[in-house]
T-cell receptor, first 115, second 111 residues
Framework: ETGVTQSPTHLIKTRGQQVTLRCSSQ?????VSWYQQALGQGPQFIFQ???????GRGNFPPRFSGLQFPNYSSELNVNALELDDSALYLC??????????????FGPGTRLLVL | GESVGLHLPTLSVQEGDNSIINCAYS??????FIWYKQESGKGPQFIID?????DKRQGQRVTVLLNKTVKHLSLQIAATQPGDSAVYFC??????????FGKGTTLSVSS
């Protein structure tokens, strides 16, 4: 096990609603990254937080936002849910940011279904 | 655009055989690659990594080969076991923050 946990495991929402997903990183890891994994695809980078500030962002609209807290927990918020937001959402923690070779440890993911 | 991809979506092998999973990348500036294993219902699990200044790296039962000339890397699993059945992803580290994943190869091991 990686020591990274996520909640909830599954979630069903309707189009237009808002959702908050949670992640608890490994102790001592000050960087958390969020990924979206559509069915049958590889994970796609959403954004990364380092010491509670956004540190990089992929090709996702502003309705995807996040927070990171000092206690190694973090949140992914998605507003105005769309059907295409249905996916597995993964968080990954690492000791630091922006350095090749820094292993990212993934949680089990939250499966979101938007109806 | 530049991306990391895999040659085959599925691979079926017999228990005890060696497995080879391939990946092609297009960003010649990439200098760090990682292989992840993802079992059903779980997040990706780190297997092995390699930097661009290396051609080969070995772990326990796994070997990663990097051919920079043709921008290709492979994951070799020796003596494949049923527990190796999973989806395997190669990922490229993008300078700054992100891992860029390919689509994955599903490895099925029959006993």
């Amino acid at each position: 096990e990686t020591g990274v946990t996520q909640s909830p495991t599954h979630l069903i929402k309707t189009r237009g609603q808002q959702v908050t997903l949670r992640c608890s990183s490994q102790s001592g890891h000050n960087t958390v990254s969020w990924y979206q994994q559509a069915l049958g695809q590889g994970p796609q980078f959403i954004f990364q937080y380092y010491r509670e500030e956004e540190n990089g962002r992929g090709n996702f609209p502003p309705r995807f936002s996040g927070l990171q807290f000092p206690n190694y927990s973090s949140e992914l918020n998605v507003n105005a849910l769309e059907l295409d937001d249905s996916a597995l959402y993964l968080c990954a923690s690492s000791r630091t940011s922006g350095r090749a070779g820094e292993t990212q440890y993934f949680g089990p993911g939250t499966r979101l279904l938007v109806l | 655009g530049e991306s990391v991809g895999l040659h085959l979506p599925t691979l079926s092998v017999q228990e005890g055989d060696n497995s080879i999973i391939n990946c092609a990348y297009s960003n010649s500036a990439s200098d760090y690659f990682i292989w992840y294993k993802q079992e059903s219902g779980k997040g990706p699990q780190f297997i092995i990594d390699i930097r661009s200044n290396m051609d080969k790296r070995q772990g326990q039962r796994v070997t990663v080969l990097l051919n920079k000339t043709v921008k290709h890397l492979s994951l070799q699993i020796a003596a494949t076991q049923p527990g190796d059945s999973a989806v395997y992803f190669c990922a490229e580290w993008q300078a700054g923050t992100a891992l860029i994943f390919g689509k994955g190869t599903t490895l099925s091991v029959s006993s």
